[in-house]
């Protein structure tokens, strides 16, 4: 059964940038697209980017530039980068796995166990 | 694409039937439309993609339906352990992906 895990800092001053990495294990990166999906306390969820296994992405546009989501099939993993953070951001991160064609898309089926990180100097 | 799900909270008792909406701004493929559930400290869970088609391992208790910009996401007869947080989420427009604000499904 695929398994995603989590890792990365939980704490990250002001302006800084936040960074997380998913490795991905009991199968491949291939087919997918791979997600992050961040909720700060008590709130909703918001949608932050995706990859798929060839680097191709897709990321919110509400996050003006600030945000890249790289893969590395080599380690089975994909990461988050975030920069100029501010406390608004703080907030459970999620990553996800994705299949989606041309005609359907299935859903985010398998997900990581969540990263609380916290903006605060 | 804006999805605005209704009503914001809901209270039943078990047994009893739930009818959750999901409206959207402007059409959506239904191919395109998923529900999850989530519980407090946990990560959401997928309950429905395409519309209507039940994820694996999801008891048919719970049923996907809709069409254009109107969703519904329904349980026959609820459960305690359904009592949750339930969103809807589009895949395809700008921004690519977009979630409902979510429905609470409390216990009466």
């Known amino acids: 059964q695929v398994q995603v895990q989590q890792r990365g800092a939980r704490l990250v001053k002001p302006s800084e940038t936040l960074s997380l990495t998913c490795d991905v294990s009991?199968?491949?990166?291939?087919?997918?697209?791979w997600t992050w999906v961040r909720q700060p306390p008590g709130k909703g969820l918001e949608w932050i980017g995706e990859?798929?296994?060839?680097?191709?992405?897709n990321y919110n546009p509400s996050l003006k530039g600030r945000v890249t989501i790289s893969i590395d099939t080599s380690k089975n993993q994909f990461s988050l980068s975030l920069s100029s953070v501010t406390a608004a951001e703080t907030a459970v991160y999620y990553c996800?796995?994705?299949?989606?064609?041309?005609?359907?898309?299935?859903?985010?089926?398998?997900w990581g166990q969540g990263t609380t990180v916290t903006v605060s100097s | 694409i804006v999805l605005t799900q209704s009503p914001g909270t809901l209270s039943l008792s078990p047994g009893e039937r739930a009818t959750l909406s999901c409206r959207a701004g402007?059409?959506?493929?239904?191919?395109?439309l998923a529900w999850y559930q989530q519980k407090p400290g946990q990560a959401p869970r997928l309950l429905i993609y395409?519309?209507?088609n039940r994820a694996t391992g999801i008891p048919d208790r719970f049923s996907g339906s809709g069409s254009g910009t109107d969703f519904t996401l329904t349980i026959s007869k609820v459960e305690p352990e359904d009592f949750a947080v339930y969103y809807c989420?589009?895949?395809?427009?700008?921004?690519?992906?977009?979630f409902g604000q979510g429905t609470r499904l409390e216990i009466k």
């Open positions: 402007q059409s959506v493929y239904s191919s395109f």
């Open positions: 990859i798929n296994h060839h680097g191709s992405t």
């Open positions: 989420q589009q895949y395809g427009a700008s921004p690519r992906i977009t």
């Open positions: 395409g519309a209507s």
């Open positions: 009991n199968g491949s990166l291939s087919g997918y697209f």
């Open positions: 996800a796995r994705q299949t989606v064609t041309a005609y359907r898309y299935s859903g985010m089926d398998v």
